[in-house]
């Protein structure tokens, strides 16, 4: 028996010269073992050096393929396999098509589990944010179920391309600077960082966004493997919504259906008269507020529940403005109570804003969404929409005459400015409009919570934080002046 002793686990290089020589000596599959070794005895360890042997074959792409990809299977005896299957090519060219095969069936279960494991890889590593002589890097702890690392990087240098970052796992680290792709030794859980500030908000998207009717939990345990668990910040909360979800949906379920009739008094209830609301010039927010539940200006109130005026002090320095109602807005009637107003209210309490001191609105008053099964998925009020709405907006600001106004996002930006704004290119100044009004431009806060990858939230997150300390400075300012 030879032993065939390869420099580490995803030595292809050395098992491919190794297995050439072998199969040209005429060595079979049951006569040579392969191994990763700590030695460095060469490429045999046992029964000696093979000679030099001369010659060449070509082996199948389907076969390199399967190996390149077998290769990162933790199994001990996969080098084996893969000279089991090379040996046997030399007989049967077609060998790799015969699934049924037991040694293609084999290799071909165990690519399934590598690309199972990358898969999950590119799905669960959660960056966390910290700092090294060069400034932020964003770094991951990850136990791979196989040694996927390598094959898997490239993706992360391509999603990340931005910002500097380091994957760490067991089987060795991968380190991403803004242009190279590097590997470094394996590491240990204990020199990434435990976890940041980003991770509460995390959790908290994670929690609003539980839906407890839709627990299915074999199908999230099969999708999101428990062995992964310690590491993603959002599954501490998963026993504990887990528990409640059948008290949540009991409640959902028994929560009487509003009828029809419900419906109708709450759209139409407000005893306005309409003949007078479309031109009302209101002589107070709670004047404007009747006026908006009879606006027919627009076509939007057709499907709504009702209007959703803006709240907050009469008098407010800041008057932040929205795009529209959403689905929970347009039920409870008031602005910025669903998942994107719990991310604002926690955006807000960090960068240093007080919401009771704010005036918070919309842009459009009426919810526009379209009905998909059970839900009313929200669509984005279009330039005549916004353009008739901002009969009742540009009355909000006269009566509240705000010193700064905060437009989230592009349709606030076209309701406030008159045009439409380059968000990103024009976010985190304050800009003055024909009529002086002073307006910073940001982004809204359910991009936010519409962006699947975490180290980019945490980046854009970050941008909106440093948005509203524009405002919120701008205001002291304003203060200073006053004073
Ligand atoms: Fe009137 Fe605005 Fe409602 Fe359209 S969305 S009906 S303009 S309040």
């Known amino acids: ?161 931005a910002i500097r970052w380091s994957i760490l796992t067991p089987d060795g680290a991968a380190h991403w600077d803004g242009t190279l792709l590097t590997f470094g030794p394996p590491a240990d859980q204990s020199q990434a960082p435990a976890e940041d500030a980003v991770e509460d908000f995390w959790r908290t998207y994670y929690a609003s966004t539980f839906n407890p009717a839709r627990l299915r939990p074999q199908a999230m345990r099969s999708e999101m493997p428990k062995r992964y668990w310690k590491n993603l910040p959002e599954a501490a909360l998963i026993p504990e919504l887990t528990a409640a979800a059948s008290v949540r949906t009991d409640a959902m379920v028994n929560q009487p259906a509003p009828t029809p009739n419900d419906r109708f008094q709450r759209v139409r209830a407000p005893s306005v008269d309409r003949a007078a609301t479309d031109d009302l010039v209101p002589e107070s927010l709670d004047e404007l507020a009747r006026g908006v539940q009879g606006c027919r200006r627009c076509p939007l109130w057709r499907d709504a529940t009702q209007g959703v005026c803006g709240e907050g002090p009469k008098r407010a320095a800041l008057m932040v403005v929205g795009e529209q109602p959403g689905d929970q807005e347009d039920l409870a009637g008031r602005p910025f109570v669903g998942p994107a107003g719990r991310l604002l209210d926690a955006a807000f309490q960090e960068a240093g804003l007080d919401r009771g001191d704010l005036y918070l609105t919309n842009a459009v008053k009426h919810f526009k969404h379209e009905p998909r099964g059970k839900r009313r998925l929200h669509k984005t009020p279009n330039a005549g929409e916004v353009q008739a709405c901002r009969w009742w907006l540009d009355h909000e600001r006269r009566l509240v005459r705000p010193e700064l106004i905060l437009a989230l996002g592009a349709t606030a930006g076209l309701a406030v400015l008159g045009r439409k704004p380059a968000v990103q290119a024009e976010r985190g100044r304050v800009l003055t409009t024909e009529d002086g009004a002073r307006v910073l431009l940001t982004v809204h806060p359910s991009y936010l919570l519409r962006l699947p990858d975490p180290a980019l939230r945490a980046e854009e997150r970050r941008r909106f934080l440093a948005d509203l300390s524009v405002a919120r400075d701008a205001l002291k300012r304003t203060d200073a002046k006053r004073a």
């Open 1 to 161: 028996m030879r032993t065939a002793v390869l420099a580490d686990p995803l030595d292809f290089d050395g098992w491919r010269e190794a297995a050439r020589r072998l199969r040209l000596a005429g060595v079979e599959p049951s006569r040579v073992k392969f191994a990763v070794g700590a030695t460095a005895g060469g490429l045999f360890d046992e029964g000696g050096a093979l000679p030099e042997v001369e010659g060449a074959f070509t082996a199948p792409r389907a076969f390199l393929e399967t190996a390149a990809q077998l290769i990162q299977h933790r199994s001990e005896d996969r080098f084996d396999l893969m000279y089991r299957l090379l040996w046997r090519l030399k007989d049967q060219p077609n060998l790799m098509a015969v699934l049924s095969d037991r040694d293609v069936a084999e290799a071909a279960d165990r690519v399934k589990a590598v690309r199972r494991a990358a898969h999950k890889m590119k799905a669960f590593v959660r960056f966390r944010q910290a700092q090294d002589e060069a400034g932020e890097r964003w770094v991951a702890w990850f136990e791979p179920a196989h040694r996927v690392l390598q094959a898997t990087a490239p993706f992360f240098a391509r999603r990340y391309s």
